[in-house]
């Protein structure tokens, strides 16, 4: 029971890792360090497939985030029923701590992510592009709280799923002997 909770554990937190590195990356280059002016560099066009696929991605990992809340909250229960056992779960606890912090932090930027998800601007109900350039806003507004998000985390994530792993490793879980 221990060992699948802390994979889930370590499968949300790669899974957000991973979504919240693969969001779309729009940047700017200088041309150079003489009176040049700036140029951005040239960006492919953005399909209205391409739209739907990012925003039912952003959608997905929006939904995951929801759900931090619930996995902290699983992760102490772990904790706490490990350390009644006489383990010791002080790394592990300093690490859910301090996620649990950053989380706190971020939750209002993930709150406010709400508006940008029910008013879907440039979407219909389905995820379907409506309108290109609201869209492109949408997905640019929502990558942007991601960032944010991600910011404010600053690694907390990967040190909790490390951590975690150290504890699974520190403290395997005993054998069971077959019965004859």
């Given at each position: 029971?221990?060992?699948?909770?802390?994979?889930?554990?370590i499968?949300?937190a790669?899974?957000?890792?991973l979504?919240?590195?693969?969001?779309?990356n729009?940047?700017?280059?200088?041309?150079g360090l003489d009176?040049?002016t700036?140029?951005q560099?040239?960006q492919?066009?953005i399909?209205?497939?391409?739209?739907?696929?990012?925003?039912?991605?952003?959608?997905?990992?929006?939904?995951?985030?929801g759900?931090?809340?619930?996995?902290?909250?699983?992760?102490?229960?772990?904790?706490?029923?490990?350390?009644?056992?006489?383990?010791?779960?002080?790394?592990?606890q300093a690490a859910?701590d301090?996620f649990?912090?950053?989380?706190?932090?971020?939750?209002?930027?993930?709150?406010?992510?709400k508006?940008?998800?029910?008013?879907?601007?440039?979407?219909?109900?389905?995820?379907?592009?409506?309108?290109?350039e609201k869209?492109?806003?949408?997905?640019?507004?929502?990558?942007?709280?991601?960032?944010?998000?991600?910011?404010?985390?600053?690694?907390t994530?990967q040190?909790l799923?490390?951590?975690?792993?150290?504890f699974?490793e520190?403290?395997?879980?005993p054998?069971?002997?077959?019965?004859p």
């Amino acid at each position: 029971m221990i060992i699948t909770l802390f994979k889930k554990s370590i499968l949300f937190a790669l899974i957000l890792a991973l979504g919240l590195a693969s969001l779309p990356n729009f940047s700017a280059a200088a041309a150079g360090l003489d009176n040049q002016t700036l140029t951005q560099q040239p960006q492919r066009e953005i399909t209205k497939e391409r739209l739907e696929k990012i925003w039912a991605h952003q959608l997905r990992l929006y939904e995951k985030l929801g759900k931090t809340d619930e996995f902290i909250e699983k992760i102490q229960k772990l904790i706490d029923r490990a350390s009644a056992n006489g383990k010791d779960v002080s790394a592990l606890q300093a690490a859910l701590d301090t996620f649990a912090d950053a989380w706190k932090d971020a939750k209002p930027i993930y709150e406010s992510m709400k508006g940008i998800v029910n008013s879907h601007q440039g979407f219909d109900d389905n995820g379907k592009v409506t309108d290109p350039e609201k869209a492109k806003e949408t997905v640019k507004s929502m990558q942007e709280k991601f960032r944010e998000i991600k910011a404010i985390l600053n690694g907390t994530g990967q040190a909790l799923r490390e951590a975690i792993q150290a504890f699974r490793e520190a403290n395997p879980r005993p054998q069971k002997s077959p019965t004859p």
